[in-house]
């Protein structure tokens, strides 16, 4: 979708923040929420599912909710959605029928639950790549309603591919819970096709897209 | 079960933007406690996460993998092959790198990676991503100004250096391994590891200084 999210090229964000330290979390309750978020809890949900709920937030709080700040909105969005817990349940920060307790993991456990957890997105493919190695490509000028990974920024512009990955999970079908491969390619943009004459003539910007998104240059 | 219904998505969100609390703290909270009394988490394995991520995974792992490649040509043309079956000799496979690339700089070509559309990452391999990632400012100028995003991070990369950028539209996750420094000739691994930043895994830095 054409969201708030899709900030590749957008001016007047002003300076990065490079010095925001080394340490991976400033406050407790981000610390939280990243542990929260290591354990899935929701089963029935997918990562696409998942990125198209905070494509769908307020475009406003967007902007201006920190990341993991994005996380506990959208995580609460996905609790409702899903009836995990209803939107009374929400709002008084508790459940009218408890479960029993889950079972509590140690840093061993989580430690070697990350390393057995290392997923695997790619299918076997249904059809023959339409694209090589080499290929020049031409990217479509509109997304797909209501998810995509083909960003604003690099719709309507010839690339060149410059490796090929077989089949990968389609994240415009997996926002909406389907499973369904499609050819996914690495293509090299020069920077001069994507911004014009004044970008630096060696420079390149590289995006993974599926071949769905791709058609022969015109 | 979800629904995957969008519209029900943003209708969801506008009522929990008048009917949440401002304060992110008491947001994560609620959303805790609902986790644990719906039996989907304990506190417990809360607290086991946040261990695993500030003690035992983080860039350090990345950097014993890129000093191993600076000493180990065999393990080099294999990172370079397929870096997620190469850094199983570690076992430091995992969340966000089942399809890990290694990217490397020369004299004529430096590397760096955004991901434009959230905020993707190798979690197994760099730890917690630094919160200047996640910024508007970097997801939106790292591919149209990525030499002017750079000279902020103090790096001024001469003109005949070409500067790719990788971003991380789908599954594929990036390593970028940098080039190792004049100065440490004799030097084992384990020293080795100690000089390679994370900043520099991901792009932001290119000249690694020989010190330690």
């Known amino acids: 979708m054409d969201g708030i999210h899709d900030l590749g090229g957008k001016q007047g964000h002003g300076p990065v923040p490079v010095d925001t330290g080394d340490a991976p979390f400033s406050h407790d309750w981000e610390r939280r929420m990243w542990g929260l978020a290591r354990e899935g809890l929701v089963p029935s949900m997918t990562i696409d599912w998942f990125r198209h709920g905070l494509e769908m937030m307020v475009p406003a709080d967007y902007l201006t909710q920190s990341y993991f700040e994005k996380w506990a909105t959208n995580y609460l969005m996905i609790f409702a959605d899903d009836g995990i817990a209803s939107l009374q349940e929400i709002e008084a920060g508790h459940v009218a029928d408890p479960a029993p307790r889950a079972a509590a993991k140690t ?26 190695i080499g290929d020049k490509v031409l990217t479509l000028d509109h997304g797909t309603a209501p998810h995509t990974r083909l960003p604003g920024y690099a719709r309507g512009r010839h690339g060149t591919i410059i490796a090929h990955h077989g089949a990968h999970l389609l994240p415009d079908e997996g926002a909406k819970g389907r499973h369904v491969g499609d050819h996914l390619y690495t293509i ?17 910007v590289t995006l993974e897209l599926w071949e769905s998104y791709l058609v022969p240059p015109r | ?190 020293r080795l590891a100690g000089i390679v930043t994370r900043n520099s895994m991901i792009g932001t830095e290119r000249d690694l200084k020989a010190e330690g």
């Open chain 2, 1 to 190: 079960m979800t629904s995957f219904d969008s519209d029900k998505a943003a209708e969801l969100h506008r009522h929990l933007h008048s009917h949440l609390p401002s304060d992110p703290a008491l947001r994560v909270k609620a959303l805790e406690s609902l986790a644990i009394e719906r039996g989907l988490v304990a506190p417990e394995t809360i607290d086991a996460w946040v261990e695993a991520y500030s003690e035992h995974i983080g860039p350090m792992r990345g950097a014993q993998v890129i000093a191993r490649a600076w000493t180990d040509p065999d393990f080099k043309s294999r990172l370079m092959e397929n870096a997620t079956e190469a850094i199983k000799d570690f076992g430091f496979e995992g969340n966000a790198t089942g399809h890990l690339h290694a990217v490397e700089n020369t004299d004529a070509q430096h590397n760096m990676v955004v991901c434009t559309l959230c905020s993707c990452y190798p979690f197994s391999i760099l730890g917690m991503s630094p919160a200047w990632y996640k910024s508007a400012a970097y997801r939106s100028r790292a591919v149209r100004e990525p030499r002017a995003v750079l000279a902020e991070f103090g790096v001024f990369l001469p003109d005949d250096v070409a500067l790719r950028v990788w971003d991380s539209t789908a599954e594929l996750r990036y390593i970028v391994v940098p080039q190792r420094p004049d100065g440490t000739d004799g030097w084992d691994a384990d």
């Open chain 1, 107 to 132: 840093t061993q456990e989580v430690v070697e639950q990350v390393r057995t957890g290392c997923t695997d997105f790619s299918l076997p493919p249904d059809a023959p790549a339409k694209f090589s």
């Open chain 1, 188 to 204: 090299s943009f020069t920077a001069r096709e994507l911004w014009g004459p004044d970008a630096h003539p060696a420079d390149t």
